[in-house]
C-alpha cells in the first residue's frame, strides 16, 4: 500500500513538473515590468553619465608640476664634482595653477545639474512611455483571449446547427441549398476562430516581451478577469476655467516638459558660462632653482594672462545662443504635443465609455433578443433560413465589436490615468 502511494505520488508530482502553470499577469505586475525593459535602462544609464559630468564640471583646474634643467654651458663646461650639488646647471621645480574668474566653475556646474535634472525627467518619461506599450499590449492579450473564447464557443453552435440541419435534411425536412448554407455560415465561424486563435498568439509573443517571460497564458480557462481602475472624479472639461487650470497642472507635471524646462534652465548656464569666457583666467606659478657657482636657492615667480586680441569668444557665445534657442523651441513643441495629448485622452474616454455603455445596455441585448426571435420563428416555420443566418451574424458582429469598444475604452482609460494620476495604478 505504502508502494502503491508513493507511485501515485511521484506520478503527481511528474505531471505537474511536466506541465507547468502558465503564467497570468496582472495590470500592476506588466506596468512594473517596465522598469527592466531595454530602453528604461537605457534611460537611466545617460542620467548615470549625466551625474558624473557633475563631477566632471564642478572641479577647479589641476595644478601643473614642472621641472627644468636649465644654464647648460657647452662652450666652458660644466665643472666639476656631481650632476646634483657641484655642476653648473640650473635645476628648478615649478607648480603653476590658473585661477578661474567669472564663476566659470559654478557655471558649469550648475548647468551640469540642470542636465541631470533634464535626463532624470527624460528617464520618468521613458518609463511612462513604456507603461503605455505595456498596458496596450496587456488588454490586447486580453482581448484576445475572450475573443478565443467568445468564439469557440460561436463555433460550437455552428457545428451543432449543422448536425441539426443534417439530420433534418435526412428526415427530408431541410433541402440540400438551406443544409449547406447553415454549413458555409459554420465554416465561417471555424475560419474567425482560427484567426481569434492566431491573434491570441501575437498577443502572447507581445506581452511576453514586455515581461521577458515565455509562460504567459495563452489559452483562456474560464471567465477572463479584466482589471477594475481606480474610480476617480470625472475630470473637468478642458474648456471650463477649473478643466484649464486641471489640465495645466497636468502638463506641468508631466516628465516630458519638466525635462524640457530642465533643458532651457541648463542651456541658460551655459550661455552665461559662454559670457564668462570674456573674463581671462591667470596663471600662477611659483619655481624653485638650484643654481651652483650663483645660488643653491634662488626662487621664480611668474603669472601668465591669455591675451584675446581679435578674439572675443563670440564662437562660443553664438553656439550657446543657439542651442538655448533649440531648448526654448524644444519646450514649445513639447507643450503643444503636451496638449493636444491630454485633450484627445479626456475626449477618447468620454467617447469610448459613451460607446461601450451603448453597446452593452442596448445594441448587443436587442442584437441577442432579435436573434433569439429568429432562432423560435425559424423553428416555427414563420422566419426563411437567410433571415435566421442574417440575425446570427448581427449578433456575432456586435459581440465582437463590444469587446473591442471594452478593449479601446480600458486603453483609453488607463492612458488617461497614466498621464493624470500614474500613482493610482502602481504604488
Not at 483571449?145 to 455552428?158: D, K, Y
Not at 532651457?264 to 591667470?282: E, H, S, V
Not at 442596448?362 to 440575425?391: C, K, M, N, W
Amino acid at each position: 500500500m505504502r508502494h502503491l502511494l508513493c507511485v501515485v505520488l511521484s506520478a503527481s508530482a511528474g505531471s505537474a513538473i511536466a506541465q507547468p502553470i502558465a503564467y497570468t499577469p496582472t495590470l500592476r505586475e506588466v506596468l512594473q515590468a517596465v522598469n527592466q525593459s531595454t530602453e528604461v535602462r537605457i534611460a537611466r544609464q545617460a542620467q548615470t553619465g549625466a551625474e558624473a559630468d557633475v563631477l566632471t564640471a564642478d572641479h577647479a583646474p589641476l595644478p601643473v608640476l614642472s621641472s627644468k634643467l636649465s644654464q647648460i654651458d657647452l662652450q666652458n663646461g660644466l665643472g666639476a664634482g656631481d650632476w646634483i650639488g657641484r655642476k653648473r646647471i640650473d635645476k628648478g621645480v615649478g607648480l603653476d595653477w590658473t585661477y578661474e574668474r567669472g564663476d566659470k566653475r559654478a557655471l558649469r556646474t550648475n548647468a551640469a545639474q540642470r542636465t541631470v535634472a533634464a535626463t532624470a525627467a527624460e528617464a520618468q518619461e521613458a518609463v511612462l512611455q513604456q507603461m503605455l506599450t505595456a498596458q496596450a499590449a496587456y488588454y490586447d492579450w486580453l482581448a484576445a483571449r475572450e475573443r478565443v473564447q467568445l468564439v469557440v464557443s460561436l463555433a460550437e453552435a455552428g457545428r451543432e446547427a449543422v448536425r441539426a440541419a443534417q439530420t433534418r435534411l435526412k428526415a427530408g425536412d431541410l433541402s440540400q441549398q438551406d443544409t449547406s448554407r447553415i454549413e458555409i455560415d459554420a465554416a465561417r465561424v471555424a475560419a474567425d476562430k482560427q484567426s481569434a486563435q492566431l491573434d491570441l498568439s501575437r498577443a502572447v509573443l507581445a506581452l511576453s516581451k514586455v515581461l521577458n517571460r515565455a509562460d504567459i497564458a495563452a489559452i483562456p480557462a474560464g471567465n477572463i478577469a479584466w482589471p477594475e481602475l481606480p474610480n476617480t472624479a470625472a475630470p473637468a472639461a478642458p474648456s471650463t476655467e477649473i478643466g484649464n487650470a486641471s489640465a495645466a497642472a497636468a502638463i506641468n507635471a508631466r516628465a516630458d516638459v519638466r525635462a524640457a524646462r530642465e533643458r532651457i534652465n541648463a542651456a541658460k548656464f551655459t550661455l552665461d558660462g559662454a559670457y564668462a569666457l570674456q573674463k581671462t583666467d591667470p596663471t600662477i606659478g611659483i619655481s624653485f632653482d638650484h643654481y651652483p657657482g650663483t645660488s643653491t636657492r634662488l626662487i621664480e615667480l611668474r603669472v601668465q594672462i591669455p591675451l584675446t586680441w581679435g578674439y572675443s569668444y563670440q564662437g562660443e557665445k553664438a553656439r550657446a545662443q543657439s542651442d538655448l534657442r533649440q531648448a526654448e523651441l524644444t519646450e514649445e513643441r513639447v507643450l503643444r504635443d503636451a496638449r493636444a495629448e491630454l485633450a484627445r485622452l479626456y475626449e477618447e474616454a468620454d467617447s469610448l465609455t459613451q460607446r461601450t455603455t451603448a453597446f452593452e445596455t442596448d445594441i448587443v441585448p436587442r442584437a441577442a433578443q432579435v436573434a433569439s426571435q429568429a432562432e423560435f420563428a425559424y423553428r416555427r416555420g414563420a422566419l426563411s433560413l437567410i433571415d435566421l443566418l442574417d440575425a446570427r451574424r448581427i449578433l456575432r458582429t456586435t459581440q465582437l465589436e463590444v469587446l473591442v469598444a471594452r478593449t479601446d475604452l480600458a486603453k483609453a482609460r488607463t492612458a488617461l490615468l497614466l498621464r493624470t494620476a500614474p500613482e493610482l495604478l502602481v504604488r
